[in-house]
């Protein structure tokens, strides 16, 4: 029998579950799905077979491993369940690595040992990520299972930029350094990018914005990441749906001092209800783009502090890089606003940067070039994939093919 081909990809959150069956031999999906919910009464199962009708299921699921059983039970009326031969792996987005995963990496017992030691530094995510993983392995004990690490692109950072100016010792002692996030895509677009202007990624630098719910930048040298806007944690960088991105760390002492509000007040100030939703009480770009044109003056500010902070990492990304040959606009907002796109790069001409007026106009679905004909610096939309990222990852870890990112 020919090698199986097929790859699950698992994104396990705390209360919920997404997931992606692909065809490696052409990286099509065969199914998609979500699980919501988990421990609620309220759960939901939504599935989507390749071609099909989606099929919802309600009512409570207990915990990940009833959703992972449901989620099988799914599959399996598609024929394409996990007990299949056809399955080659099955991959899990790990969000944190720390500095030891640098790779895609086969799960054993001291890569998951590793991946709790972690769990200090990415209390949000790496336990359920952990427990995605350890439901796939009951489930299916003989299948290699490959953690894909959101932190591992962001590994070949110099120390110049991984390094906050704090006490070395006191640093390290809590693994506090730039790790950065988002790096599946981060990836997957600085190649794609490459492949766009028809070169080796070795031979181009790109400055990657990710700009979703969550956003960061990115400094890709010769396909290696070389500085990132997201920190210790998410929450460094660029402004954010609900979260504050850069400022002065004093705010943080002057609220507590002087505001009288806890350290867990403040988490959830800064990472829940600040960004574009503390500034005008909206996170999504649709609705603050229906409100400036309205002529509302604060969705107005919310846009113009969000565009500055974007400009000001663009600046400091050419700086670091030196030679810039393409900056990629992905995610959400990067891949759909158009003026975000145009204010972005607004004014930045004397750094070969445009945006081509009516090519940012143009919807489309793949890769696309917005800049003017002839541009020193391409700019581009670059639709991110970061399902079919770590298939891809995981299925040439275990074809022996080795890691191309
Ligand atoms: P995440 O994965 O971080 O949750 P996404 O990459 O899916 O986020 O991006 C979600 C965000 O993208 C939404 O909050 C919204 O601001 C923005 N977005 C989605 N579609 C559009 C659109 N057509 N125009 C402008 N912004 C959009």
Do not use: W
């Amino acid at each position: 029998m020919s090698s199986p081909t097929r790859v699950l990809v698992l994104n396990s959150g705390s209360s919920s579950v997404k997931y992606q069956l692909l065809d490696m031999r052409d990286s099509s999906r065969l199914a998609v799905g979500l699980v919501e919910r988990i421990g609620e009464q309220t759960s939901r199962l939504k599935h989507t077979p390749a071609g099909g009708e989606s099929r919802e299921r309600g009512g409570a699921i207990a915990d990940h491993d009833a959703a992972l059983k449901a989620v099988a039970e799914e599959l399996a009326k598609d024929g394409l369940g996990l007990d299949s031969p056809e399955l080659a792996a099955i991959g899990h987005r790990v969000v944190h690595g720390g500095k030891s995963f640098t790779e895609p990496t086969v799960v054993d017992d001291a890569v998951l040992a590793e991946i709790e030691r972690l769990i200090p530094v990415a209390p949000l995510h790496n336990p359920a990520n952990l427990t995605g993983i350890r439901t796939a392995q009951s489930l299916r004990p003989d299948l290699p299972q490959v953690a894909v690490f959101d932190t591992a692109f962001h590994t070949t950072m110099p120390e110049s930029a991984a390094r906050y100016a704090i006490d070395v010792e006191t640093a390290d002692a809590h693994r506090i350094r730039r790790y950065g996030f988002h790096g599946t895509s981060h990836a997957y677009v600085s190649r794609t990018t490459a492949e766009l202007l028809g070169k080796d990624p070795s031979e181009v630098n790109v400055i990657v914005l990710h700009l979703g719910n969550g956003a960061s930048a990115s400094a890709v040298r010769g396909g290696h990441c070389v500085d990132t806007s997201m920190g210790l944690t998410p929450l460094e960088g660029l402004v954010m749906g609900t979260r504050s991105g850069d400022m002065d760390p004093a705010v943080i002492f002057h609220l507590m001092r002087v505001g009288g509000m806890s350290a867990d007040e403040i988490d959830t100030l800064l990472n829940k209800k600040s960004g574009l939703i503390g500034l005008c009480g909206d996170n999504d770009m649709r609705e603050i783009r229906r409100r400036v044109d309205e002529g509302d003056e604060r969705a107005e500010l919310a846009f113009d502090i969000y565009i500055h902070r974007l400009k000001k990492y663009i600046g400091a990304y050419y700086a670091v890089l030196g030679r810039v040959d393409a900056v990629a606009f992905t995610a959400g907002v990067g891949e759909n606003a158009a003026p975000v796109r145009e204010a972005a790069l607004a004014g930045l001409e004397e750094l070969g940067l445009a945006v081509d007026g009516e090519r940012n106009a143009v919807r489309g679905d793949g890769a696309r070039l917005i800049s003017p004909e002839g541009a020193r610096v391409a700019v581009a939309v670059v639709p991110t994939d970061e399902e079919l990222e770590i298939a891809t990852q995981t299925y040439a870890l275990v074809n022996g093919s080795g890691n191309h990112t």
